[in-house]
């Protein structure tokens, strides 16, 4: 599970992935799945919720839309 290190403290944060799902996607596409490679993933999905959550916000809703992921080049 991927951890979030608060000052000296490290949290573990929940697993939002189906591991065996990613993994089977990852072996069709040819490629091995490395030990860390899910709490990589994980880590990056909580990062990109967060990014979402900011932007609905700043754009005075609440509401999550799909838009709100997509990040601009």
Same mark, same amino acid.
Request: contains cysteine.
């Given at each position: 599970?991927?951890?979030?290190?608060?000052?000296?403290?490290?949290?573990?944060?929940? =697993?939002? @992935? @189906?591991? =065996?799902? @990613?993994?089977a996607l990852i072996k069709d596409a040819g490629c091995n799945t490395a030990g860390d490679a899910l709490d990589g993933l994980n880590?990056?999905?909580?990062w990109l919720i967060q990014?979402?959550?900011k932007r609905a916000e700043a754009n005075g809703r609440k509401t999550v839309r799909a838009h709100d992921?997509?990040?601009?080049?």
């Amino acid at each position: 599970m991927a951890k979030k290190k608060a000052g000296k403290q490290t949290k573990e944060l929940e =697993s939002l @992935v @189906v591991g =065996s799902k @990613v993994k089977a996607l990852i072996k069709d596409a040819g490629c091995n799945t490395a030990g860390d490679a899910l709490d990589g993933l994980n880590g990056w999905l909580y990062w990109l919720i967060q990014q979402a959550t900011k932007r609905a916000e700043a754009n005075g809703r609440k509401t999550v839309r799909a838009h709100d992921f997509i990040l601009p080049m």
